[in-house]
């Protein structure tokens, strides 16, 4: 077994946990999780979403981690090295090709909402929103975005801290910063609930609308959007958890670390939830308001809040921060795999990557302005054809195929090397890697296609 990677190591089990639970809690969490179960009608949304993080996710978490940290290379090399010390065909890298596009195509409307995020510290701090309804909330969210210059300039720059911090590797400056702001922003968020609980009047609606679940009203659709946002709020189908493993201490425990950053990130989306939909219903805004629905539900409750332009400027930061943790991890398969390759400097890599990333990307900043007319399929914007497509059929794929090989063709003796500390919960973590993941994935692919 190798104990170390050429890209660097976590220092400890706890700086890969702070890695890995970055890479997870993101925008995933308290931007998109609330606003696609606010799309898909709530509660039976919800139910969905978390089997599929205990059935589906930790399982095909734990298979990665353990791909990457046997072979401590990129994703591309680590399959292709996990399929021949497996005698399997070395196919299995394009598994890890596929990969590196997902993290492209995510990381370019990624990074778009993240932009959103940086413009909005400044708003939220400026004291605009102080004492706003939810129609002007809406109107200064609907004009920012329509301002093709000023989502590019926010979009340019988020890009531009991604490239520097990935090209510096994931240097301990960041272990740091992770492991003080992910607590603040937790705390942070707990001080949200509460405000919500208290204050809306209307706490028992938003629980109602996450917690009490109507199958009939879930399509096969909302399901397959449910599992898709399984896989994104974990970092799991594209090889960033892999990446990561790789440079994970070699006597952790997989299992138990897998299930702790499955339960912080859950913790995160659920309390998310928690403070969005209470002022949804307060306000009288619409549940399902798509992608806007943070920025017009949060800046509205700090415009009420006592010391509200502090708090909201503190919180949108924090969620910068998410956003910036979950896009390093975005590019690390890209970045390690390039490094390996070409022989060449981190810096190198990282600019690549980052240039590409942001001639995508372009599409993405001109789907709320320019190009807000353009329709890819039905009534999907460039933006929303890269979120669908990565989230609901690619990210699941990756992960329906990792778990096949993780399941079926790596061979025991890796398996059992890197499971030692999990020795009992094997058995398991066997039968729903092998059986239950593909199964669950085939099955709500076929459904949603079948129904459409
Ligand atoms: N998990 C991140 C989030 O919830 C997004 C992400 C997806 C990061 C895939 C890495 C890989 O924001």
């Given at each position: ?81 996990a399929a021949e010390a497996s005698n399997a065909t070395s196919c299995w890298q394009l598994l890890g090709w596929m990969g590196v596009l997902a993290g492209f195509m995510i990381l370019s409307f990624y990074a778009v909402i993240a932009g959103w995020v940086l413009a909005y510290i400044f708003q939220l701090g400026s004291g605009m929103f102080t004492g706003s309804s939810g129609e002007l909330a809406k109107s200064a969210f609907d004009g920012f975005v329509g301002n ?305």
């Open positions: 077994m190798k104990s170390d990677s050429i890209h660097g190591m976590w220092s400890s089990r706890l700086m890969f946990v702070l890695a890995a639970s970055g890479s997870a809690v993101g925008l995933g969490n308290i931007w998109r999780f609330p606003y696609v179960a606010g799309e898909n009608g709530g509660g039976a949304f919800v139910m969905v979403y978390l089997a599929c993080i205990f059935l589906v996710g930790i399982p095909i978490m734990v298979s990665e981690i353990l791909i990457g940290r046997s072979a401590r290379q990129s994703p591309i090399n680590a399959m292709r090295t093709v210059w000023e989502v590019l300039a926010w979009f340019t720059v988020f890009i531009g801290i991604t490239i520097s911090i990935t090209a510096r590797g994931v240097s301990s400056g960041l272990e740091v910063a992770v492991k003080y702001l992910m607590p603040i922003l937790f705390f942070l968020l707990v001080v949200l609930v509460i405000y919500a609980a208290f204050t809306s009047g209307h706490f028992l609606e938003g629980l109602q609308f996450l917690f009490s679940f109507d199958f009939d009203k879930l399509s096969w659709n909302s399901v397959l959007v449910a599992m898709g946002q399984a896989f994104f709020t974990l970092s799991l189908g594209m090889g960033a958890i892999m990446a990561y493993g790789a440079y994970m201490p070699k006597d952790a425990s997989i299992v138990g670390t897998a299930t702790l950053i499955a339960l912080m990130d859950t913790g995160v989306a659920l309390m998310s939830g928690l403070v969005i939909f209470p002022l949804v219903f307060a306000n009288a805004l619409e549940s399902s308001a798509g992608p806007g629905l943070m920025f017009i539900t949060l800046p509205l409750a700090f415009g009420q809040m006592a010391g509200g332009q502090f708090f909201g400027c503190v919180f949108f930061i924090l969620v910068a921060f998410a956003a910036i943790t979950s896009a390093i991890s975005l590019v690390e398969p890209a970045i390690a795999w390039i490094v390996e390759k070409l022989n060449t400097t981190r810096l190198i890599a990282a600019l690549l990557v980052g240039g590409c990333v942001w001639l995508l990307g372009l599409g993405s900043v001109f789907s709320t302005n320019i190009w807000s007319d353009v329709f890819i399929f039905g009534e999907m914007t460039f933006l929303d054809t890269m979120d669908y497509v990565t989230n609901n059929i690619i990210l699941p794929l990756g992960g329906i195929l990792i778990a096949l090989f993780a399941g079926w063709i790596l061979s025991s003796k890796i398996i059992d090397e890197e499971l030692v500390a999990d020795r009992w919960l094997y058995p398991i973590w066997q039968f729903l890697t092998r059986f239950i993941a593909p199964i669950a994935v085939s099955i709500v692919f076929i459904m949603a296609l079948l129904q459409d």
